[in-house]
């Protein structure tokens, strides 16, 4: 069972689009449609922003959704603002009631 | 309002036992459309996923700290609970309790809410 692999960092300006990869295999990303994504902001729990690959928990902004492409999920955050400066976790199911997460990517935003 | 709140000690001597407990409030641990999880971040690093557990007290566990991980339920108190035997330096984290959405089949789904954390310092 190995970690998602994440970007280490992305960027952008205010108003932009960015979008976060997180890439699994056939044995977790590429068999089902359960991956979630976290935000952490410094010093602070993780909340989760999407859940079951492309679903808004109640009270997300709508700025963010996911998708999924064969192994890879992506998260994407839309008109991006200062506030959405953090890092970024998928996880996903990997199969035999295990779960796995990604290394996480720091987003700067400029 | 449901909260976490993980207690236990903060420093721990190598080749002893990590114990944590997480106590449930605004909700009760016996809601049976949830799990209850264990997650640690080391040190300027990322997520782990320990492992989860049902109030029934069925347990899933990380495979590669399976072998040195328990995880219990109290349903009386609202509290689980997890042990971490032969702790090493690589166990230093900040450790997670959280709420675990899954779905009917599988253990996959999301954690939605979390305690706020509490370091451990593996150290002589």
């Known amino acids: 069972q190995s970690a998602l692999t994440q970007p280490a960092s992305v960027s952008g300006s205010p108003g932009q689009s960015i979008t976060i990869s997180c890439t699994g295999t056939s044995s977790d990303v590429g068999s089902y449609n359960l991956v979630s994504w976290y935000q952490q902001h410094p010093g602070k729990a993780p909340k989760v922003m999407i859940s079951?690959?492309?679903k808004r928990p109640s009270g997300v902004s709508d700025r963010f959704s996911g998708s999924k492409s064969g192994n890879t999920a992506s998260l994407t955050i839309s008109g991006l603002q200062a506030e959405d400066e953090a890092d970024y976790y998928c996880?996903?199911?990997?199969?035999?009631?295990?779960?796995?997460f990604g290394g996480g990517t720091k987003l700067t935003v400029l | 309002q449901l909260q976490l709140q993980e207690s236990g000690p903060g420093l721990v001597k190598p080749s002893e036992t990590l114990s944590l407990t997480c106590t449930v409030s605004g909700g009760s641990i016996s809601n049976s459309d949830y799990y209850w999880g264990w997650i640690r971040q080391s040190p300027g690093k990322g997520l782990e996923w320990i492992g989860s557990?049902?109030?029934?007290?069925?347990?899933y566990y990380n495979p590669s700290l399976k072998s040195r991980v328990t995880i219990s339920v109290d349903t009386s108190k609202n509290q689980f609970s997890l042990k971490v035997a032969s702790v090493t330096a690589a166990d230093t984290a900040l450790y997670y309790c959280t709420r675990h959405w899954a779905t009917m089949i599988t253990l996959g789904g999301f954690f939605d809410y979390w305690g706020q954390g509490a370091l451990v310092t593996v150290s002589s």
């Open positions: 996880c996903s199911y990997s199969g035999s009631s295990t779960l796995v």
């Open positions: 079951e690959g492309t």
């Open positions: 557990i049902f109030y029934s007290g069925s347990t």
